[in-house]
């Protein structure tokens, strides 16, 4: 089993909808969980960044923790085609040892 | 947030020839900084982890002596491919981290070896 498991999709939904993107993982180490965006031919940029369990929002965007179920979550309200690119999850565990584990990504396509 | 940059954006080179790399940190200082490669339709795969004023810790199956890593300052990672051949073409990307956990990336460098 990897470390963390992200279904690469591709996901196509129209313009306006909710988009809910998913990771598990198996290490209940990871205490730190990010999100992160990238466009085609471009460096991946740091969405959204979560400590533990719980909920964060930020406009649109909204990341999930449950670290019971082993499991993250980044829903994206009010969809736009510029939201259109490969979405990474990635984690740590804490301190300064551990590296940054990565999923596979998942790419979304918002249609006009 | 915080600003990563790279140089070049891309490079085409012939075979045999060398490539270097920058990566700067532009609004903060990086102890750590990190060199990824990518191919099309992949996750970012973690080559090495670069730390100011020590050597270049390179991940399993990464030759070091193919991709050399200096990190002189704490804003300046550099990443030399040595030799370079056409199976090194690929998609370069640094990172660097603030702290213990954020992790911000450069916009990526693109390699063609001909």
């Known amino acids: 089993q990897k470390e963390v498991e992200q279904d690469p999709g591709p996901l196509s939904v129209p313009e306006g909808a909710i988009v809910s993107l998913n990771c598990t993982y198996s290490n209940s180490a990871f205490q730190y969980f990010m999100w992160y965006r990238q466009y085609s031919r471009k460096g991946p940029e740091l969405l959204m960044y979560t400590y533990s369990s719980g909920n964060k929002e930020d406009g649109r965007f909204t990341a999930q923790v449950d670290k019971s179920s082993k499991y993250i979550s980044l829903f994206i309200r009010d969809s736009q085609p510029s939201d259109s690119a490969t979405y990474l999850c990635a984690m740590k565990v804490g301190g300064s040892q551990g590296n940054l584990i990565f999923g596979k990504g998942t790419k979304l396509s918002v249609k006009p | 947030g915080a600003v990563v940059s790279q140089h070049p954006s891309w490079v085409i080179c012939k075979s045999g020839t060398s490539v270097k790399i920058e990566c700067r940190s532009l609004d903060f200082q990086a102890t750590t900084m990190f060199w990824y490669r990518q191919f099309p339709k992949q996750s970012l795969m973690l080559m090495a982890t670069s730390n100011e004023g020590s050597k270049a810790t390179y991940e399993q199956g990464v030759e070091k002596d193919k991709f050399l890593i200096n990190h002189a300052s704490l804003t300046l990672s550099t990443l030399t491919v040595t030799s370079a051949h056409p199976e090194d073409s690929s998609f370069y990307i640094c990172?660097?981290?603030?702290?213990?956990?954020?992790?911000?990336f450069g916009p990526g460098t693109r390699l063609l070896v001909l």
């Open positions: 990172s660097a981290r603030i702290g213990e956990e954020t992790q911000y």
